[in-house]
T-cell receptor
């Protein structure tokens, strides 16, 4: 069965520093991988996706993610964090035969301190 | 704005009651998904419809049902409500093609008292 793990409940980073939010996945077949962000009292917003091609994917708000097939990881990164990046981040996966059904990780709360 | 509209935003009801949550997908999207978000269970996939037909089923209780109408809007019906059904219910839509991202509404917060 497909699954996603986000090993950190919370990540704390100082404004201006680089940030990484970790994600590992388990699927049969080729994975389609996504990152979403959730602000308080809002729905999830799509940040970026990996389907195929370059392992480094660029997305919204300066975020990028690196796909690593051998480590089955898809970590979210940003070179310089902003206080406004503080939110809940979800990694998600679709298996290639999965009718676009997204399976989400438990989420990682990112706190960026001034 | 994702283009996905969910109503109502908030719903407070008593145990044993029945409620209906409504979702209008983004213009042009054929696929609708329902998710439940609770503090202890995270985001749980409930059910997916594509162009009016059920496509995939997740952890949806028998007390819950959904449908997608010819105009592509969808409703999620929750009956015999229990305290544990209190959660945020999200609707999302997509074109349904492989790898297309889901676009989420702002959710309906259900409180069962």
């Amino acid at each position: 069965a497909q699954s996603v793990a986000q090993p950190e409940d919370q990540v704390n980073v100082a404004e201006g520093n680089p940030l990484t939010v970790k994600c590992t996945y388990s699927v049969s077949g080729n994975p389609y991988l996504f990152w979403y962000v959730q602000y308080p009292n809002r729905g999830l917003q799509f940040l970026l996706k990996y389907i195929t091609g370059d392992n480094l994917v660029k997305g919204s708000y300066g975020f990028e993610a690196e796909f690593n097939k051998s480590q089955t990881s898809f970590h979210l990164k940003k070179p310089s964090a902003l206080v406004s990046d503080s939110a809940l981040y979800f990694c998600a996966v679709i298996s290639s035969g999965g009718y676009n059904k997204l399976i989400f990780g438990a989420g990682t709360r990112l706190a960026v301190h001034p | 704005d994702s283009g996905v509209t969910q109503t109502p935003k908030h719903l407070i009801t008593a145990t044993g009651q029945r409620v209906t949550l409504r979702c209008s997908p983004r213009s042009g999207d054929l696929s609708v998904y329902w998710y439940q978000q609770s503090l202890d269970q995270g985001l749980q996939f409930l059910i997916q419809y594509y162009n009016g037909e059920e496509r995939a089923k997740g952890n949806i209780l028998e007390r819950f049902s959904a449908q997608q109408f010819p105009d592509l809007h969808s409703e999620l019906n929750l009956s015999s409500l229990e305290l544990g059904d209190s959660a945020l219910y999200f609707c999302a839509s997509s074109s349904g093609t492989g790898g297309s991202p889901l676009h989420f509404g702002n959710g309906t917060r259900l409180t069962v008292t």
